[in-house]
T-cell receptor
Framework: QQKVQQSPESLSVPEGGMASLNCTSSDRNFQYFWWYRQHSGEGPKALMSIFSDGDKKEGRFTAHLNKASLHVSLHIRDSQPSDSALYFC????????????FGLGTTLQVQP | GALVYQYPRRTICKSGTSMRMECQAVGFQATSVAWYRQSPQKTFELIAL?????????EQNFTQEKFPISHPNLSFSSMTVLNAYLEDRGLYLC???????????FGSGTRLTVL
């Protein structure tokens, strides 16, 4: 069973719109989360981490974690065509381990 | 900032041959290096995790005999794919993390094609 599930599989938003991506861990031991973005032909780039309940904001990106439900979301406001990429949620047992478990990703397309 | 370089970016090898890929951390000391393989379907598989002063830990389905890894210092790691076959195709990613740091930074990967 996939320990980290992401939804939707793909998403299309207009330029300037809000994109919302979801991630859930099926294993209660995985409580530390990261969001990565991968453009075609590149490796995944870390966007942000979130370890505590509530919101964490970095620029246009806001992550929200609910530890009780093991649900984390990523919201991108004022989406730009350059945000079009594959977004991965990754979870870990601890906050400082190299062993990340990745979801299957959400493909985001921002329409100009 | 933390940067991770991988080379070569892409490589083609004949079935049954071996190839070596390298990973360099710049701007930080890579106390922990994780090697992943990303399939053509974009799924990630952790191959092994190397932490300074600890033995390299391989994940199930991956062995040192097939994927020997070297992590000789805090800025460099290499991995070899021995006796490569079609099922070894994919994007091999090196992720490095600094001492006490939380985030794993990835390079651009080495794309392996096996003919």
């Amino acid at each position: 069973q996939q320990k980290v599930q992401q939804s939707p599989e793909s998403l299309s938003v207009p330029e300037g719109g809000m994109a919302s991506l979801n991630c859930t861990s099926s294993d209660r031991n995985f409580q530390y989360f990261w969001w990565y973005r991968q453009h075609s032909g590149e490796g995944p780039k870390a966007l942000m981490s979130i370890f505590s309940d509530g919101d964490k904001k970095e620029g246009r990106f806001t992550a929200h974690l609910n530890k009780a439900s093991l649900h984390v979301s990523l919201h991108i406001r004022d989406s730009q065509p350059s945000d079009s990429a594959l977004y991965f949620c990754a979870a870990s047992l601890t906050g400082n381990t190299g062993k990340l478990i990745f979801g299957l990703g959400t493909t985001l397309q921002v329409q100009p | 900032g933390a940067l991770v370089y991988q080379y070569p970016r892409r490589t083609i090898c004949k079935s049954g041959t071996s190839m070596r890929m390298e990973c360099q951390a710049v701007g930080f000391q890579a106390t922990s290096v994780a090697w992943y393989r990303q399939s053509p379907q974009k799924t990630f598989e952790l191959i092994a995790l190397s932490t300074v002063n600890s033995a390299i830990k391989y994940e199930q389905n991956f062995t040192q005999e097939k994927f020997p890894i070297s992590h000789p210092n805090l800025s460099f790691s290499s991995m070899t794919v021995l006796n490569a076959y079609l099922e070894d195709r994919g994007l091999y990613l090196c992720g490095a993390r600094g001492r006490g740091a939380e985030t794993l930074y990835f390079g651009s990967g080495t794309r392996l094609t096996v003919l």
